[in-house]
């Protein structure tokens, strides 16, 4: 299949999207309706898109990510209306999310109308649905005038995709047209909220009936908690690996993800709760460990706060650049910014992540934080993008 890729150059440059952008967007929407692919910028990563009312579309999605059938996507909307056709139950707290969030970095877990297409759900009878607030996602959804079916844009397994050029390495081929709308805003995916299991009677927000945090990301935890004034229960697959038999109530949540080529140790302070302290302690861990695997591994990347690259003397703001330090080999460095800014980290994870299979590193060594607010998805996916090797401190 021959992808084309359109550049929304006006977009790209100033944010509004002109009657060029426009009309490539509207070219895409026509291949949306005619059964096609198309990979789209949103405000968290890029989305692998395909009409959800149509089953041959949603197949072709499975098959261009290599993804297991029974891990069900997220429906994308542009307008609360198109939720009539897609669930009967919006329970009144999910109401609350959505207003309080919608547009924007959030998925709900509702009950499925059961109408609605099962392939979207891997057979659930729920469906995850999500109002996304990038508008160059809003346009192409109203464009095409049906919900669309999208889970990120990269091959299963590996890191998920936040800007066109990730976009071609991995799906160049497979799907008709690539957005190229400049790099996702927040750079992780959407917070999932299974609100399905609450009663809509009654609303019990007694413990077996609490909203469940599916997936952290950008609508942190402690925002919602303070919108609904209650805690939130914290799904099983977030606080360690799963057993073989356990079966998450996220599907996705069973399979290695975001993982980079190179085998990768998450070093986690884990009852340190000063950001800093905690570079510190890791900081103080990382040469021992180069020593360890040097025998075995050949180009080790540093994935690391500026904070702790400082403490180890070696600080660079460029991710490509080697820096002879003390420590040898000589690693990659990823400076992943300052502790005090977690919005740039959680921006360029999962951009690091690829960029150490583009260097060709083995061997990752990346620095945990406290998980507080947004650091809870961003240590979220580090963990999984390590396997859970995780050397506690
Ligand atoms: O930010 C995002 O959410 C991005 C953009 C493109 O919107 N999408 C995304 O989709 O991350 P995906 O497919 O990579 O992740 C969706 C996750 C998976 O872990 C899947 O198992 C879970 O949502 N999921 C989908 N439907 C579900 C359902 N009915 N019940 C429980 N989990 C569900
Ligand atoms: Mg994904």
Known sequence: MNTKVFVLKKFKE??????????????????????????????????????????????????????????????????????????????????????????????????????????????????????????????????????????????????????????????????DVIIDGGSSGIGLESTIIDVSGIDKATDDLSLINRPVLLRPGAITMEMIEEVLNLKMALDDALKGPLSKDTKPRAPGMKYRHYAPRARMVLISPKTQKDPEEASKKVAQQIPAIIQKIRQDYHKIALMVSSECLELLNVSSRDPKKETKVLMDPTPCLMDMGSVHDPEKMAHDVFNDLRECDRLGVDFIIAEGYPEKGLFLAIMNRLKKAAAWEIIEI
Request: hydrophobic share 40%; net charge neutral.
């Open 14 to 175: 100033t944010g509004r999207i002109s009657t060029e952008d426009e009309k490539m967007i509207s070219e895409a929407a026509d291949v949306i309706r005619s059964g096609g692919l198309v990979a789209f910028p949103t405000e968290t990563v890029y989305g692998l898109g395909g009409d959800a009312f149509n089953k041959e579309s949603t197949l072709k999605i499975y098959t261009a990510k290599g993804r297991p059938s029974d891990n069900p996507l997220i429906v994308h909307i542009s307008d609360v209306s198109f939720l009539s056709s897609i669930t009967n139950e919006i329970p009144s707290i999910a109401r609350v999310l959505m207003d309080r969030f919608w547009p924007g970095p959030m998925t709900l877990i509702l009950k499925r109308n059961v109408r609605f297409p099962k392939e979207i759900s891997g057979g659930l009878d729920t469906v995850a649905v999500r109002y996304p607030s990038h508008p160059v996602a809003n346009m192409l959804i109203a464009q095409a005038g049906v919900p669309i079916a999208a889970p990120s844009a990269n091959l299963s397994g590996r890191p998920s995709t936040t800007s066109a050029r990730d976009c071609v390495e991995d799906l160049r081929g497979k799907v």
